[in-house]
């Protein structure tokens, strides 16, 4: 039988789960800037316990079994045209290179802050960058993070259970931090923060002076348009979501007003057989997070049927933020409902139970275990 051919454009979580569960159906082809999964999830983590998040976050492609009938490319997208269902590129020494596909997957995701960017990197480079920042985070006495969502919470959290004698304050501009969760998370969430003895400011909102504020850790004091007096510290983390689509490979007929990829309820991109949006990318509802809410599991699906001429299914979402904030623990892990009840996993279940056979064999399908940061 003829296989057609799917291209996944941008390996990042929901890519690589889209490229893995349609490995065995078609010929498969990801392209992406990097030569692993580089997760933008758990900024906390990332930034404290940089080998823990790698374990789980940074993961090699060719670690992924499933991968291995997987056409890797690593290049950065610069356009496609619809008419002839080619996607075009640029490698690693510079060379234009094109793929033609059947149907097409667009989960290139968002840029944001210094942890999640569209750049072409190797192994080595990743690993640069990830000891940089978490070795510039060490040095500082006292920390400043601005932002109030999921990643400022979490950065805050983690520096301040790893770190404990380092002063770590968190400004925020509403009356409380993670607006899109239910309430009840916040609640819980600033009671353990304040316990760590993280410093809680609402009603701050930062003056972004240049525009490589969220860009970088700067040192600088930072203003308020609020009207409370600077803030100081020796390292200030903007954690501000201040997210943009990695859209501009992509023509502008395709697009929302914000530069995010318009879909159907089937997450299709109208008006173009063949072609999906999932992910960060994706306008799938107000949130955009057909991410968290499998996504990945749909558009294959939707993919699979229209190949064979069968009715595709809709997105369902539900509505408010969910999933974990802080990240694995030494006390298990917290899964934040949208409902605003969480429950913990004990920490023996996530490492012998959850990581290895939910994760590593029923999400990824296999994963090897040699990882680049024990070996660089
Ligand atoms: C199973 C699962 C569980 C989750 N659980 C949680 C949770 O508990 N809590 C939570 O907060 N969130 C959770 N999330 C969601 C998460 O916050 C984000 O929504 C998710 O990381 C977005 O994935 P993405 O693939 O859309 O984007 P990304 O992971 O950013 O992937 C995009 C990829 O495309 C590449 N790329 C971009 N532009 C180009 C280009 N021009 N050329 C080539 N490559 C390019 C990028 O470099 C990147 O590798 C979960 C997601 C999944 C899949």
């Known amino acids: 039988m003829n296989r057609k051919r799917v291209v996944v454009a941008g390996l990042g979580d929901v890519g690589i789960l889209v490229a893995i569960r349609l490995a065995r159906h078609a010929d498969v082809v990801g392209i992406s800037v990097k030569p692993a999964l580089v997760s933008g999830q758990e900024l906390g983590l990332r930034l404290s316990r940089p080998e823990d998040w790698a374990r ?6 060719d670690n992924f079994r499933r991968l291995d009938a997987v056409r890797r490319v690593q290049a950065t997208l610069t356009g496609v045209d619809l008419a002839t269902r080619t996607v075009i590129g640029r490698g690693e020494d510079g060379a234009t290179i094109t793929e033609e596909y059947d149907a097409l997957v667009i989960s290139t995701g968002v840029s944001n802050g210094f942890w999640r960017r569209p750049t072409l990197q190797s192994a080595v480079e990743i690993s640069a960058d990830l000891r940089a920042t978490h070795e510039r985070l060490a040095a500082a006495n006292s920390v400043i993070v601005v932002g109030g969502g999921a990643a400022a919470v979490s950065s805050a959290f983690n520096m301040a259970t790893t770190w404990p004698d380092k002063r770590i304050d968190l400004y925020f501009p509403g009356e409380r931090a993670l607006g899109e969760y239910h309430p009840r998370t916040w609640n819980r969430i600033q009671g353990r923060l304040t316990d760590l003895g993280v410093g809680l400011h609402p009603g701050h909102r930062a003056v972004i002076s240049n525009g490589s504020a969220g860009e970088e850790i700067s040192s600088e004091p930072v203003q308020w348009s609020t009207g409370q007096p600077p803030a100081a510290a020796e390292a200030v983390l903007w954690a501000i979501g201040r997210v943009r689509p990695n859209t501009d490979w992509l023509p502008a007929e395709l697009l929302d007003e914000h530069g995010f990829v318009r879909v159907t309820p ?69 899964v934040f409902l949208p409902t605003g009840q969480a429950f913990r996993l004990p920490s023996w279940s996530v490492e012998r139970l959850v990581m290895p056979f939910v994760v590593r064999w029923g999400m990824y399908r296999g994963v090897r275990e040699n990882h680049p940061l024990r070996t660089s």
Do not use: M
Request: zero cysteines; proline letters at 5%.
């Open 56 to 61: 789980d976050y940074w993961i090699p492609f």
């Open 266 to 334: 089937e997450l299709k991109v109208p008006g173009h057989h063949g072609v999906y949006a999932v992910g960060d990318v994706a306008a799938s509802d107000p949130l955009r997070s057909s991410a968290r809410n499998r996504g990945d599991a749909l558009v294959t699906r939707n993919i699979r049927a229209e190949f064979a001429g069968r009715r595709l299914r809709t997105y369902r979402t539900p509505g408010r933020r969910w999933g974990s904030l802080v990240g694995i623990q030494a006390d298990g892990l917290e």
